[in-house]
């Protein structure tokens, strides 16, 4: 799937699970040591992702610097520009059922984030606040996330 997009706007998409990451688990105003966790776990076990370029992303970030990339997706006043155009790039080099499997994916790691910390009575329930429940609906919104693409991961 890499090589479906030159080497600048690879790089520019490996910015992408980052600003997913800042959306949701800062959504609340605090990001959790068990949401960096999760992340950091989603990195490690990319090699086994489904979705193909999920997994390559995810496994080339292995090897970057990520301090480089955080750096820049804390530049707030970047980032609704820099979400639509992730998603025109996208939307241009992928076929639509590509597009919606990654996207779902995406939208799966983002949703595992949440899941991370926090929530519930004595750990149980729901442990996604409602600040990242929005978070995720935007995401979903802004990159037009068709609800039966979510079936793969939740059938």
Request: hydrophobic share 45%; with cysteine.
């Amino acid at each position: 799937m890499k090589e479906k997009f030159s080497p600048a706007e690879w790089e520019f998409l490996k910015l992408l699970p980052f600003q997913i990451f800042v959306m949701v688990a800062g959504a609340d105003s605090k990001i959790d040591k068990e949401e960096v966790e999760r992340l950091n776990e989603d990195l490690r076990t990319a090699p086994y992702y489904k979705d193909p370029l999920h997994r390559e992303l995810f496994v080339d970030l292995l090897t970057s610097d990520g301090n480089v990339l955080v750096k820049e997706v804390l530049d707030a006043s970047k980032f609704l520009d820099r979400m639509n155009q992730m998603k025109a790039l996208l939307k241009d080099r992928l076929t639509p059922d590509e597009y919606q499997r990654f996207v779902a994916s995406m939208f799966v790691c983002g949703l595992n984030i949440a899941r991370a910390s926090g929530g519930g009575f004595l750990g149980r329930g729901d442990k996604v606040s409602s600040e990242e429940k929005i978070a995720l609906s935007a995401f979903a919104a802004m990159f037009e996330l068709a609800p039966d693409s979510l079936s793969r991961f939740f059938a």
